[in-house]
């Protein structure tokens, strides 16, 4: 089973930028798909951006387009997410998950293994 491990989280201003980053171990990282998905204080984890297992096509949540990017570097087993133009509403605890499927989704129910989150908060 992959194990997934986040981290780059931090404190920044409104406007900022942060990478996040999620390291794969344990399996093969390019044979899945991988989603961030983002909890905000008091509510449920929803999907921010995937992308499919080969890096070829992604998917973003209409509320990040145009701010968010998320990458893949299968030869390092590491996939990330560019946030740019940060906003309060951003301020959560971000996972990173890997796909059940070799397609991106933004849907929960389709990723097995979570990391243990990394914590972005966005205020001035």
């Known amino acids: 089973q992959l194990t997934l491990v986040e981290s780059g989280g931090g404190l920044v201003q409104p406007g900022g930028s942060l990478r996040l980053s999620c390291v794969g171990s344990?399996?093969?990282?390019?044979?899945?798909?991988i989603g961030w998905f983002h909890q905000a204080p008091g509510k449920e984890r929803v999907g921010v951006s995937s992308?499919?297992?080969?890096?070829?096509?992604?998917e973003l949540a209409a509320s990040t387009k145009g701010r968010f990017t998320i990458s893949r570097d299968n030869d390092n087993d590491v996939a990330y997410l560019q946030m740019s133009d940060l906003k309060p509403d951003d301020t959560g605890v971000y996972y990173c998950?890997?796909?059940?499927?070799?397609?991106?989704?933004?849907?929960?129910?389709?990723?097995?293994?979570w990391g243990q989150g990394t914590q972005v908060t966005v205020s001035s």
């Open positions: 344990g399996a093969i990282f390019g044979r899945y798909a």
């Open positions: 992308i499919s297992a080969s890096g070829a096509s992604t």
């Open positions: 998950a890997a796909s059940r499927f070799p397609v991106p989704s933004l849907r929960g129910a389709d990723f097995g293994s």
